[in-house]
């Protein structure tokens, strides 16, 4: 991966990254919003130090560990990912608490629409601002969102020290075989 340059990174704020999605997925991945590095390259979790696509693996959702830039196969696995809010920014602390309530509102009629059997929230205090559940913890919640059961994980941000990979491997198994069982 050839990485970006300051002034890349820079002109990547504000910008979109595509949704990895499709109808009927077992789980639909949604990210707080995307960093610059992932705005950059059109990929999401892309920062070196995000610990997303080896987390997945680890936990069984993936038969290897991916890279972002082979994001799209994900699809062929039963996934996608997702955002909270679709702009990028440096930090998630630049957002406004109107976007995320207006990213909840976004995201709910995108998942009644893409219809995936579960919606997992990467980022408990995302979940938590974006659908006005300040109490909610780590694992499976009560709510459906658009008709999908929810799961609030982990944050894989190499910034969350709350959580190692193995521990953070194992909430995502958690879900992997929530997901995996009869509805």
């Not at 990174?9 to 979109?16: G, H, Q, T």
């Amino acid at each position: 991966m050839t990485r970006p340059t300051p002034a890349e990174l820079e002109a990547a704020r504000d910008r979109l990254v595509p949704d990895v999605a499709a109808s009927g997925l077992s789980v639909l991945f949604c990210g707080i919003n995307p960093g610059l590095m992932s705005a950059a390259l059109g990929q999401h979790f892309a920062r070196p130090g995000n610990r997303f696509w080896p987390v997945l693996h680890l936990s069984g959702f993936t038969p290897r560990r991916l890279r972002p830039d082979e994001q799209e196969e994900l699809l062929s696995y039963g996934l996608g990912i997702t955002n909270v809010v679709a702009r990028a920014t440096a930090r998630a602390d630049e957002l406004s608490p109107e976007e995320y309530r207006e990213g909840g509102r976004i995201l709910e009629e995108k998942v009644a629409r893409l219809r995936p059997r579960w919606l997992a929230v990467v980022g408990v205090t995302a979940y938590r601002s974006a659908f006005a559940e300040p109490k909610a913890k780590i694992g499976p919640q009560e709510r459906r969102i658009g008709g999908a059961r929810v799961w609030a994980l982990p944050n894989p941000s190499g910034l969350n020290a709350h959580y190692t990979t193995r521990t953070m491997a194992e909430e995502f198994a958690r879900l992997r075989e929530a997901a995996s069982s009869a509805p």
